[in-house]
């Protein structure tokens, strides 16, 4: 049972995807049913191996491919806090996207690399070594082409284009790191520190920087992300899971596996590669706002929102320490939740109103209420509001600045909530508070739409309301500091 | 698990109520119900209030974990903001018009309130935070309810402000509990003067809550918004919402401190500067709101002193405050000659007891707050009674000549003996409480020195309001610092681009700077460029390596 559990986990989503891709495209009901079981069974199994895993459970499964090269899943405490993030948004966005598409064309390829893309955040979240890592990794850039260029027209593939351009230099690099390190240190699993004694702090710094450009591209770091607000000619529900859960938090991830299990924090410090980092970090989340601010479109102010708001993620990993990586940990979800909703909303705006640039947005409040108080929550979370989700992130990252002696972080953070504030709360004075176009009308009579963002929404409320309960995402993010990292 | 909470619910229940009832307008159809429930609101806290504010409770579960309990100044600043919400609610109920904007009116209402009330009985810094947004982010609504380009003008003022306070403040209590290592308001307090960013972090504190206090120079909201606002708004602004600045002064600042002594000099400026600029004002709301200013100022000056009158003296003048701005929708409404003289003698005596006549709740207020402040600073009091005077006489004149609305309301003599009640807790309540809030003996206000202290200065007060109606006196927009001292080019840089996009690149070297990040933006999206420049990055990296080893 230790052995299939996490290959199980894995199943859940790719074989969903491989019957998906030869089913016709009319067999909708089919193909609903198949994506929503594999969702739901997978949500079912990870909540049970969540109480396990709180009592000090693993799950390991390995195939070896190679002399040296052994494909490893282990379920750990981080793994399940970003594989629960990621089915469970999976899950909510799917019920989305069958709504979202109804019975548009090209809908079983659709599906299928979405079950696809799933299948390998799960694995990276579940990777157990530096090579399966890297495995899932280049399986996420792949499955993940074909989504944005799923419309087929000039701009989609001209982003799609684009989002190779950077991610196959990026995985090129991350290679290099891989086989640089795993050359001097042999296989590195992320249970056992490897010994780095072999080479020496150039090299090191330079492994380093190599592992951060590669899993950066996809994080979103400045100046690697110009592929990210880009890829925003992608449909709605690509947009919600690339920002929310798939790629940019599978960079998210693996800045922190590389800091924490590859390298270790105490290495990261003194390398001297620590400050550095989270400069790059605070650079990436003004620049990634004062950009925002510069938008006129919904999604593409959203899509820089990303960028500043993923390398909170980033930062608290740089820090390293026990408060900031809390907060850093926590923002994977948090910043998944608030992020997930707005994009839904915005695909609603889209949908139901045909409203994609800010100033259609006047008057929508009363129109579509639900949606707009959606989009409400997630924004004033975003920006830090008490005691939503975003708040408990930003709470956590400036107590570890001070304590990792680094007080010039709360000016970022700080600048950050300016900034924040100056791109959203425009926004929502234009959905409450001015007249309503003549002619613009919509609604959001489209439960499939509407209902997954107020449950992501409601969960936006409820994780920072009940951050101090041992089942929030908060409480998960000690339990891994506390056991993993801690001192 | 742990239990989901332990000790009394009634602090609790006192929260959750307005709560409850903010969330009732929601549903359309009982709107005007909710409107209707508006004085209810807060009688759960005054009745709590009045027991003495007995019981604590911790819900270990809830945010990071809420504490709530109230101390005695929190517990007598709690009823006075009780009292007067409950008061300016039913002006509310009754002169509002009905329709979506009163529901959204009523929710925001009774979240600001709740948030007004948690700042009293929070014991953790996170609840009190929280509770401290809430009144100040909410009250938003309350200033810009009218929707007029003067309402959304003093509020986008009053929201960059309010912000700014917000972010300070967080900042502030960041250091402190970063050194507590704990989230309660007594540790953190306490961990200030270790902390290595101690300094900064009380000068925060003092930013963050100087601005909802309408501390100089951060004032500039108060003389915008409280004309702007709708007049039930207006009184809660002025006579409790103000308060929250000060009783988090009271909770956090540590007691030696170097910023005491700038808390004092900014106060005596306050209290001073903006009395004499409240003659530059005809709306006697706005008379009204430096009168504020001023009086906060005084209040400042006694949080710097350490007095032990503070919450004594605050709660006074909330009450009177409160019943001063209702006293001018009162008379907006009056209909007879007979009803403006009623409104015109009900603010008299409220005035005289705020400008300090000796025997009235006023006079007390000023003898139990010059307890151990020292000679200079007791003299400043005194002194400060003259520019009260003439700054309240003043608003006399002024409310004297505002026209009335020929609107009329059907419960005008209810609403005017609830304000008149209002008004006379004002001047009776520190005689309750004076055994218990200073250490002076009864029969000290009555004696003849005393009394000659706080006449002479009320006397010269008159003498220069005589010389002051000669005089021609200029008509200042509101907002001095704002509309005069940088000039109008820094003012778009004040206030957040709410509103109109593009206001804040209206500086070319920003537009610039703006430019330049869309060109490098478009630059790296040249995928070639793009490219190349990460490979080159790597392989620069690797020659760099090559070369060291």
């Known amino acids: 049972m230790t052995t299939a559990l996490p290959v199980l986990l894995l199943m859940t989503s790719l074989l969903p995807a491989g019957v998906t891709f030869f089913l016709a495209q009319d067999s909708h009901a089919l193909r609903n049913a198949l994506q929503l079981g594999g969702a739901v069974l997978k949500l079912a199994l990870i909540i049970w191996m969540l109480f396990a895993v709180a009592d000090g459970a693993a799950y390991e499964a390995e195939f070896p491919l190679a002399p040296g090269l052994v494909v490893l899943l282990r379920v750990d405490a981080l793994a399940l806090l970003f594989i629960s993030l990621s089915a469970t948004l999976w899950f909510l966005t799917t019920i989305y996207a069958i709504a979202y598409f109804g019975t548009k064309a090209e809908l079983s390829r659709f599906f299928g690399f979405f079950s696809l893309c799933v299948a390998a955040t799960t694995g990276l979240a579940l990777s157990g070594s530096l090579i399966s890592f890297f495995i899932f990794f280049e399986l996420l850039t792949l499955s993940t082409w074909p989504l944005v260029a799923h419309k087929q027209d000039k701009p989609s593939l001209r982003a799609a284009r684009v989002y190779f351009a950077y991610a196959l230099p990026g995985s090129a690099a991350l290679l290099w790191a891989i086989i640089w390190l795993e050359s001097a240190t042999g296989p590195v699993l992320f249970t056992e520190p490897p010994d780095l004694s072999g080479l020496d702090p150039a090299a090191l710094r330079a492994i380093f920087a190599l592992f951060i450009i590669g899993v950066g591209v996809k994080a979103g770091l400045v100046p690697l992300h110009g592929w990210l607000p880009a890829a925003m000619a992608a449909p709605a529900p690509v947009s919600a899971l690339l920002h929310a859960v798939a790629v940019v938090k599978a960079g998210a991830f693996g800045v922190v596996r590389v800091v924490y299990d590859v390298f270790g924090a105490e290495n990261m410090t003194a390398l001297g590669v620590g400050v550095p980092l989270a400069i790059v970090a605070s650079f990436t989340i003004i620049w990634g706002s004062v950009r925002a601010l510069q938008q006129d479109e919904i999604k593409k102010r959203l899509a820089f929102s990303t960028v500043s708001q993923v390398s909170y993620i980033v930062l608290g990993a740089a820090l390293a320490s026990p408060l900031a990586m809390i907060g850093g940990l926590v923002h994977l979800i948090h910043q998944g939740l608030m992020k997930i909703t707005l994009f839904f909303c915005a695909g609603i705006f889209d949908e139901r109103a045909g409203v994609k640039r800010i100033d259609g947005l006047n008057g929508m409040g009363a129109q579509m209420p639900w949606t707009s108080a959606c989009f409400s929550i997630g924004a004033l979370g975003m920006i830090g509001l008490p005691p939503l989700a975003g708040f408990v992130s930003k709470f956590y990252l400036g107590l570890g600045a001070l304590e990792a002696g680094a007080p010039w972080v709360l000016a970022v953070l700080l600048a950050s909530t300016f900034l924040n504030a100056a791109y959203f709360l425009p926004i929502l004075y234009r959905l409450w508070f001015l007249p309503l176009a003549s002619g613009a009308k919509g609604d959001d009579r489209a439960p499939g739409l509407v209902v997954p963002a107020v449950v992501t929404a409601a969960a936006t409320v409820g994780v920072g309301m009940l951050a101090a309960s041992p089942i929030s995402p908060l409480g998960w993010a000690t339990l891994i500091v506390t056991q993993g990292y801690g001192p | ?549």
């Open chain 2, 1 to 549: 698990m742990n239990a989901l909470y332990s000790g009394s619910l009634a602090p609790f229940a006192v929260l959750l109520w307005p709560l409850l009832i903010g969330v009732v307008p929601v549903v359309p159809r009982w709107r005007d119900t909710a409107l209707r429930l508006l004085p209810l609101a807060p009688l759960p806290a005054l009745a709590f209030a009045m027991a003495g504010a007995p019981g604590a409770v911790v819900f270990p579960d809830l945010m990071l974990g809420v504490e709530l309990a109230a101390g005695p100044d929190s517990a007598l600043l709690l009823g006075m903001t009780a009292l007067v919400w409950a008061v300016a609610g039913w002006y509310g109920a009754q002169t509002m018009a009905r329709g979506r904007e009163a529901g959204i009116f009523t929710g925001f209402w009774c979240l600001t309130l709740a948030g007004n009330l948690g700042v009293y009985l929070a014991a953790d810094i996170i609840t009190f935070y929280v509770a401290f947004a809430a009144v100040s982010l909410a009250a938003w609504f309350l200033v810009v309810h009218d929707r007029t380009k003067a309402a959304l003008g003093a509020g986008r003022v009053y929201i960059t402000l309010a912000v700014l306070g917000e972010a300070a403040l967080l900042t502030g209590l960041m250091i402190g509990a970063a050194q507590a290592e704990d989230l309660q308001i007594a540790t953190v307090r306490a961990a200030f003067t270790d902390a290595p960013l101690g300094p900064l972090g009380v000068g925060l504190l003092i930013a963050g809550f100087g601005i909802k206090a309408g501390m100089v120079p951060l004032h500039v909201w108060l003389p915008l918004a409280h004309p702007a606002a709708p007049v039930a708004g207006s009184a809660v602004l002025s006579g409790a919402i103000v308060k929250a600045g000060l009783i988090g002064m009271l909770l956090l600042l540590p007691e030696a401190t170097g910023w005491r002594m700038v808390l004092v000099v900014l106060g005596l400026l306050g209290a001073f500067g903006a009395a004499l600029w409240g003659l530059t004002q005809r709306n006697p709301k706005a008379v009204l709101a430096y009168s504020t200013v001023s009086q906060m100022g005084l209040l400042l000056v006694l949080v710097g002193a350490g007095s032990q009158g503070v919450a004594y003296f605050a709660l006074h003048h909330g009450m009177a405050k409160g019943a001063l701005f209702l006293c001018v929708g009162m008379m907006m409404l009056a209909t007879s000659p007979l009803q403006r003289r009623a409104v015109l003698g009900l603010a008299g005596s409220a005035v005289l007891s705020v400008a300090g006549l000796p025997l009235t709740g006023g006079a007390l207020a000023k003898l139990a707050a010059k307890e151990g402040v020292g000679d200079m600073l007791s003299l400043a009091l005194t002194l400060s009674s003259v520019t009260t005077t003439l700054v309240l006489g003043w608003f006399l004149f002024r409310l004297a000549d505002l026209p009335a609305k020929p609107a009329q309301i059907p419960q005008w003599r209810g609403l005017f003996a609830a304000i008149a009640g209002l008004a006379a807790l004002a001047l009776a309540l520190p005689w309750l409480l004076w055994p218990g809030a200073v250490a002076l003996p009864r029969g000290y206000p009555f004696q003849p020195a005393t009394m000659l202290e706080g006449l002479w200065p009320m006397l010269l007060g008159l003498v220069a309001l005589a010389l002051a109606r000669r005089l021609a006196l200029p008509d200042y927009p509101p907002g001095d610092v704002l509309v005069f001292l940088p000039t109008q080019k820094l003012r778009p840089v004040l206030q957040l681009p709410v509103g109109r996009q593009g206001r804040l690149y209206r500086k070319r070297p920003v537009l610039r700077l703006l430019l330049m990040c869309k060109l490098a933006e478009r630059w790296l999206l040249h995928w070639p460029i793009a490219g190349s420049a990460l490979m080159g990055a790597a392989l620069a990296f690797a020659a760099m390596v090559w070369f060291a080893v």
